[in-house]
């Protein structure tokens, strides 16, 4: 048995990197998937991948920085697949820059793309949660957690996310949603990007993991999504889950 079969979710940022482990990961445990992003070639890619294992997916091409596109892939979402059950706060813009060097502008793309982003999805898909007792992923950072050298405009933005997401948790409690953190280290293509013009920065960072290597977007990270809203964990919200192969102390 499908341990997400007859639910929909929506995944913000599902054409790429983490995002698309997800919406992968999903689709095999049974789920209906919205992916949306900015660029529609690589959600098609996504959708495409997903049609050929059998899974179904829509595609929804939107900045979740603008809030009525954030309203309209809630929308769609519903009006495809009768339903919410999953949202996936995943879609993150940020530049990486010391502290003194970070300007006004760095963080108010971080905030509009990260915790403004996620407030309103989790405020337009309410009452769609509140039907289906649905669940909440929102996308934390280990950097922001260990407040890592050069991403302070990105830390600021994903401990809001952190903050929100603890607050959701207390009062959606109520309505049966579960509102949860997970903070990964996958090779997407934007670590693989940082890497390839900082290799120090590479060996660095692996070193640094435990388990010796950085997560797989799909197998490391969307298929612990994919238990974390699952019933299997239905007695789990508010919580931080950090997927990084114990590269932070508990």
């Known amino acids: 048995m499908q341990r997400l079969s007859g ?7 599902g054409g790429q990197g983490v995002g698309r482990g997800i919406a992968l990961a999903f689709a095999a445990e049974g789920a209906a998937v919205v992916i949306t992003g900015r660029t529609e070639g690589r959600l098609k890619e996504t959708a495409e991948e997903i049609a050929a294992r059998g899974g179904r997916a829509y595609t929804v091409v939107g900045d979740v920085g603008e809030r009525d596109d954030v309203d309209r892939m809630v929308a769609e979402t519903v009006r495809e697949f009768g339903r919410l059950d999953v949202l996936v706060n995943n879609a993150q813009s940020s530049v990486q820059r010391p502290l003194e ?21 989790m405020r337009s898909a309410l009452p769609h ?15 922001a957690v260990q407040g890592e050298a050069g991403f302070a405009a990105y830390a600021m933005a994903k401990e809001a996310v952190r903050g929100l997401t603890r607050v959701a948790a207390r009062e959606w409690g109520a309505y049966g949603i579960r509102v949860n953190v997970v903070c990964p ?9 940082f890497f390839a ?5 590479a060996e660095s960072v692996v070193a640094g993991i ?4 950085m997560g797989d977007p799909e197998t490391d990270i ?3 999504v994919a238990a974390l809203v699952s019933d299997d964990m239905s007695y789990l919200t508010g919580a931080t889950l950090m997927l ?5 102390p508990g």
């Open 101 to 121: 060097q970070t300007s006004y502008d760095d963080v108010e793309l971080a905030y509009r793309s990260g915790p403004l982003a996620a407030f309103h999805a």
């Open 222 to 224: 969307g298929r612990a």
């Open 185 to 193: 280290a996958a090779l997407s293509p934007a670590a693989q990007a």
């Open 197 to 201: 013009a900082h290799p120090d920065k």
């Open 129 to 143: 949660l509140k039907a289906s007792r649905g669940s909440v992923v929102n996308l934390g950072s280990s950097a």
């Open 244 to 248: 990084e192969g114990g590269r932070t």
């Open 7 to 13: 639910k929909a979710a929506l995944v913000t940022g």
């Open 210 to 213: 435990p388990l010796g290597r």
